[in-house]
């Protein structure tokens, strides 16, 4: 049972457009979200994270929008450069005493020159 | 400089052979984590721990052991190797701030086959 989806394997935008990246989630005791990318060879770094006492964190070009009554966030790049071509993970915790952290399947976002 | 290691970085084994993989963080983070990474299927959690002496399962437990003795070490134990544990395993650590991971440091990876 996935409980994190990020149901686009890929997506692929022009640098300088918006990159919008969705994940959702079935577990409604999920509270706390994140988003890390990964370059190949590399382990995975963080990116930005959201309480689900907020809707929206921004930092820098980086937004993230949560939607709890959808069970949805979603990551905005603006503007998209090459160097943001990268495998981007969705992740989810419940938080309180429960400490595990659940992972989507990753999207690829290549962003084109 | 802040960082997670993980050793070996590569290691191909047989089925059945115990080996274990270390990480270290030097952070002073109170929770670390395994992970392991396949195709199609993302990043999944193995194991994670909250403190010394205190860890629990992750989504994908099964044929993996952890201990957490002093605070910056993680090992991940696999007790008797099977070849459906073949993949790339990430350490991480960070401190826990409200519900989650406060900016989690992830270790290079650890390419594991298992023949």
């Known amino acids: 049972d996935q409980q994190v989806k990020q149901n686009s394997p890929s997506l692929s935008v022009q640098e300088g457009r918006i990159s919008i990246l969705n994940c959702d989630y079935t577990n409604s005791m999920f509270d706390y979200f994140l988003w890390y990318k990964k370059y190949p060879a590399e382990g995975p770094t963080f990116l930005i994270s959201?309480?689900?006492?907020?809707d929206k964190n921004e930092d820098g070009r980086f937004t993230v929008f949560l939607n709890k009554s959808a069970k949805h966030l979603s990551l905005h790049i603006v503007p998209s450069q090459p160097g943001d071509s990268a495998v981007y993970f969705c992740?989810?915790?419940?938080?309180?005493?429960?400490?595990?952290?659940?992972f989507g399947k990753g999207t690829l976002l290549t962003v084109n020159p | 400089e802040a960082q997670v290691t993980q050793n070996p970085r590569y290691l191909i084994t047989v089925t059945g052979k115990k080996l274990t993989v270390t990480c270290s963080q030097n952070?002073?983070?109170?929770?670390m984590s395994w992970y392991r990474q396949d195709p199609g299927l993302g990043l999944r959690q193995i194991y994670y721990s909250m403190n010394v002496e205190v860890t629990d399962k992750g989504d994908v437990p099964e044929g993996y052991k952890v201990s957490r003795k002093e605070k910056r070490n993680f090992p991940l134990i696999l007790e008797s190797p099977s070849p459906n544990q073949t993949s790339l395993y990430f350490c991480a650590s960070s401190l826990w701030a409200g519900g989650g991971p406060d900016t989690q440091y992830f270790g290079p990876g650890t390419r594991l086959t298992v023949l």
């Open positions: 959201i309480s689900s006492i907020k």
């Open positions: 952070m002073n983070h109170e929770y």
């Open positions: 992740a989810a915790s419940s938080g309180g005493s429960n400490y595990k952290l659940t």
